[in-house]
């Protein structure tokens, strides 16, 4: 009853605040400056239909979403090995500190540079969330309770077993706590990339060209787009990820 309620309330806010947009397009009377929800949702369904648009979310998808997971595993096993390794972890100290530091705006100009447009997005998502995972499990590590790890050194438990039953369970939710932020940040700098490079058959470019002949509905259509892939991988990367969480693990058994 209560989720319900809630569900309800929620659809009614999402209501109310799409009317007050429709209502302030109407008002200005300029399809340049703002257009409303109806527009948007007409350019959506025209362009939908077009193999294209499937061609170009799966470009945009596909290079971003590469590039995250590249940057989960590189920051995982890197950051692991600094954890084992002290002197690694003050070897990568200054350039991890340089890629949390420096403007993305200043790497997609150097990437332009070196690697040209077509795997920009690719490198810039990895750039931008390589030190994320990294700190996140760096910090992971260390948060691993100090008394199991004595226990187990004391009953020489084997390594595979000390990182599975140990580091594991403080590593997860510092790895999903980073990846909240890390996906998010994966998609809007890897689009940034886009509309700064303008690779062919990207959502970048698709934007680009949506400010170049000033339409304002295919700009909303396409943010929409963006929001909507970006929040589903992130839900269904976050969904896989906690499953392997000891909390979910435990609520699977007690179900059984």
């Given at each position: ?6 569900r309800?309330k ?8 799409l009317?007050l947009?429709q ?10 400056i703002?257009?409303g ?5 007409h350019s ?5 239909f077009?193999?294209?648009f ?5 470009f945009?998808f596909?290079?971003i ?7 989960f ?8 090995a600094?954890?084992?390794?002290p002197?690694?972890?003050d070897f ?6 340089f ?5 993305v ?6 990437a332009?540079i070196?690697?040209g ?5 690719l ?8 030190p994320?995972?990294y700190?996140?499990t760096?910090?992971g ?7 199991l790890l ?10 595979f077993?000390k990182?599975y039953y140990?580091?594991?369970p403080?590593?997860?939710p510092h790895l ?9 940040m994966?998609f809007?700098s890897?689009?940034?990339a ?16 949506a ?13 929409l787009?963006i929001?909507?892939i970006?929040?589903a ?14 909390t979910?693990?435990l609520?699977?058994?007690?179900e059984?």
């Amino acid at each position: 009853m209560k989720s319900a309620t809630v569900r309800f309330k929620s659809t009614g806010m999402i209501l109310f605040w799409l009317l007050l947009w429709q209502v302030a397009s109407v008002a200005l009377h300029n399809n340049i400056i703002l257009v409303g929800p109806l527009e948007v949702i007409h350019s959506l369904l025209f362009q939908a239909f077009t193999v294209e648009f499937w061609k170009t979310i799966a470009f945009s998808f596909g290079k971003i979403s590469l590039g995250f997971f590249l940057a989960f595993m590189a920051g995982i096993i890197i950051g692991g090995a600094a954890y084992r390794f002290p002197l690694l972890e003050d070897f990568l100290q200054p350039p991890v500190s340089f890629l949390k530091s420096v403007p993305v705006a200043s790497f997609i100009i150097l990437a332009l540079i070196w690697i040209g447009s077509e795997n920009l997005s690719l490198f810039i998502s990895f750039l931008v969330v390589f030190p994320m995972i990294y700190i996140h499990t760096m910090a992971g590590l260390r948060s691993a309770d100090k008394k199991l790890l004595e226990m187990a050194r004391v009953f020489r438990m084997p390594p595979f077993k000390k990182l599975y039953y140990i580091y594991r369970p403080a590593l997860l939710p510092h790895l999903i706590s980073g990846c909240r932020v890390a996906l998010g940040m994966s998609f809007k700098s890897g689009i940034a990339a886009e509309v700064i490079g303008v690779p062919g058959h990207s959502i970048g470019e698709r934007l680009y060209m949506a400010k170049i002949y000033l339409s304002t509905a295919d700009l909303f259509a396409w943010t929409l787009v963006i929001v909507v892939i970006s929040a589903a991988f992130e839900a269904l990367f976050l969904r896989v990820l906690s499953l392997a969480s000891p909390t979910s693990v435990l609520v699977k058994r007690r179900e059984e």
